[in-house]
């Protein structure tokens, strides 16, 4: 439809008290140089969008003219360009946020819609399957929900009490405590302690030394039966009276999935000090099981003032992807790993009929926008072409170092691609992509906004 060339004078005046308003004028090619003007996107009364606009859903609006057929056939859009990385499509999405976004199986015949929520916090990109099992309406509907991916969960003691139950990570670990090898005496004494000391990583860890520590150890359990890896973790620190010395006092940390077989994974000798806490890293993943045991297992006598400290003990592992079934359908129902699902209501009713299916797809390390002009843009909590372009204003500094400056008289700065906010340095898509604006690959990723030498080979080719 080109409502650009249908003069819609009533409408005109109806917004011409807001289009003396600078921020609202048009820059082109939004603008009378294509014909267009307000009401062709706006209309003032009975809107089926949002900001009052003339088409129901904002990319739908874009499209009217971005489409291979429009006034804008230049520069045509469809939902079908939008990217699944990796699979599919050639356009940035317009329709995800935290949250992932969700697909409508196109076999589906209930009125009612489903809303993905919250902020993903998994690991890895994934997807989750809703199955209606009870159709309904939001309540009585019931449904079933499967992950593709895996879910990382940690048993995790960072020694935060005096205790052996610590538990830090995500899974509960404290029904499962430490249980010291032949010393029978408690946390709080013989060769075996949790301890409050300056060589523990911080606050309190666990101790072994200081007198006869032959045979003697402690062992946790942890069920990561089913999952495909498992890491253990945690750091050390020996410190002893005289360093080095001769003593031939060990200790070792060993592994196993039944508690009847051990695998040693490293000997620590208690014959010399360390200037500070130590990472470790073992991978265990063959070791996986229902009873998958640590131990420290020690050998000798040790001085009364010698010892290791470990701290921070983790086994992470990678689960089977989540699910559930039979569960009641509502507002913001709990999946996994941040995500949250929303059903509302349509008509016919029942709103959710018999194995309809919806998909979530979700995406790591997408932050929701903090940048007023792009957090006020969000459809749904996802982020749409307007999020990210300004179809108003060509005002904003594009990254493109091509494009024209603003304001320049006559073409006004078409060409400068309508950016909702300065994106010359980046800053649009560091606000949803934060975790990838790393100076260091240690911090995750590759590296941005780092100088290259002019003399720099990537230069010279
Ligand atoms: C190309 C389509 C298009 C044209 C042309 C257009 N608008 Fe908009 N306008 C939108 C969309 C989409 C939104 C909602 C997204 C947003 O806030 O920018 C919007 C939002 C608005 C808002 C409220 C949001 C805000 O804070 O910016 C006002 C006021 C507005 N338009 C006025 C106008 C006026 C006046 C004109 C004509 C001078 C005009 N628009 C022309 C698409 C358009
Ligand atoms: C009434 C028709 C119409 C609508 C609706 C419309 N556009 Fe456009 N748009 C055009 C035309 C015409 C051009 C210029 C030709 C081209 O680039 O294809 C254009 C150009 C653009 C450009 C390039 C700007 C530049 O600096 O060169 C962007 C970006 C853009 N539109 C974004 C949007 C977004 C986002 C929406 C929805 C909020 C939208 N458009 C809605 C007609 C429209
Ligand atoms: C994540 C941010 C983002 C989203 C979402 C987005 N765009 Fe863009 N778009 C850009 C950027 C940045 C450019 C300019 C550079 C380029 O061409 O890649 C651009 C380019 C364009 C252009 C090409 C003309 C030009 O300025 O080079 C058009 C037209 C356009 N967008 C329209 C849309 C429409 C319509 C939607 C929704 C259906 C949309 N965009 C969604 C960021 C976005
Ligand atoms: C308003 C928030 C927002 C802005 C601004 C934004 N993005 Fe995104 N970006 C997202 C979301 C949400 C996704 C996830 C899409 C999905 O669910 O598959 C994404 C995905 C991507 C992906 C795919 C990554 C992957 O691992 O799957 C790339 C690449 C990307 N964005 C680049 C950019 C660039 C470049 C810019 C700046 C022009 C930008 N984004 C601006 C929200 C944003």
Redesign the pocket.
């Known amino acids: 439809m080109n409502r650009a060339r249908i003069p819609v004078l009533w409408l005109f005046l109806a917004w011409g008290c807001v289009a003396t308003n600078v921020a609202q004028a048009l820059d082109p090619p939004h603008d009378a140089s294509q014909s267009i003007d307000c009401a062709n996107c706006h209309i003032s009364h009975h809107a089926p969008g949002g900001a009052i606009t003339a088409i129901a859903g904002n990319p739908n609006l874009c499209m009217s003219c971005h489409n291979a057929g429009g006034v804008a056939h230049s520069t045509p859009f469809a939902d079908t360009d939008e990217?699944?990385?990796?699979t599919s499509g050639t356009s940035?999405?317009w329709d995800?946020?935290?949250a992932?976004?969700v697909k409508t199986n196109p076999a589906n015949t209930s009125p009612g819609t489903v809303q993905s929520g919250g902020s993903f916090n998994g690991r890895y990109?994934k997807t989750y399957t809703l199955t209606i099992k009870a159709a309904g309406d939001v309540g009585t509907a019931r449904f079933d929900w499967a992950t593709s991916k895996p879910i990382s969960q940690t048993f995790r003691d960072e020694f935060t009490a005096i205790a052996y139950n610590g538990t830090n990570g995500t899974q509960n670990w404290s029904a499962s405590p430490w249980q010291e090898i032949v010393e029978t005496d408690g946390v709080s004494a013989g060769v075996i302690r949790v301890v409050a000391n300056a060589a523990c990583a911080s606050g309190n860890c666990l101790r072994i030394g200081g007198g006869t520590i032959d045979t003697r150890g402690v062992r946790r359990v942890a069920n990561v039966s089913g999952g495909t890896s498992a890491m253990l973790t945690f750091s050390y620190r020996r410190q002893l009276a005289t360093c080095p010395n001769s003593s031939a006092a060990n200790v070792a940390l060993q592994v196993s999935s039944n508690g009847t077989t051990w695998a040693t994974l490293a000997t620590y000798n208690l014959n010399a000090c360390d200037a500070g806490q130590i990472a470790q890293v073992f991978d265990i993943t063959s070791y996986i099981g229902a009873t998958t045991q640590i131990r420290f297992l020690a050998a000798g006598t040790a001085g009364t003032s010698d010892f290791i400290y470990a701290d921070n003990m983790q086994i992470g592992n990678l689960a089977p992807g989540g699910g559930s079934a039979n569960v009641a359908t509502g507002t913001n129902v709990t999946l996994d790993e941040g995500i949250t699902v929303t059903f509302a209501n349509g008509t016919p009713a029942p709103s959710f009929r018999l194995n309809d299916q919806w998909t979530i797809?979700?995406?790591?390390?997408?932050h929701?926008?903090t940048t007023p002009a792009?957090a006020a843009r969000?459809a749904g909590g996802?982020?749409t072409c307007s999020?990210?372009h300004n179809q108003h204003s060509e005002m904003a500094e594009p990254?493109d170092p091509a494009a024209p400056a603003y304001p320049t008289p006559g073409p006004g700065g078409a060409g400068r691609h309508y950016q909702?906010s300065d994106?010359d340095i980046?800053q649009?898509?560091v606000?949803?992509?934060n975790t990838r604006n790393v100076a260091a690959s240690s911090q995750g990723s590759h590296p941005v906004g780092v100088g290259i030498p002019t003399t720099g080979l990537y230069r010279q080719r």
């Open positions: 990217a699944i990385p990796g940035h999405r995800s946020g935290a992932g976004w990109s797809y979700a995406n790591t390390d997408i929701q926008p792009l969000l996802k982020a999020t990210c990254f909702r994106d980046n649009m898509c606000d949803c992509h």
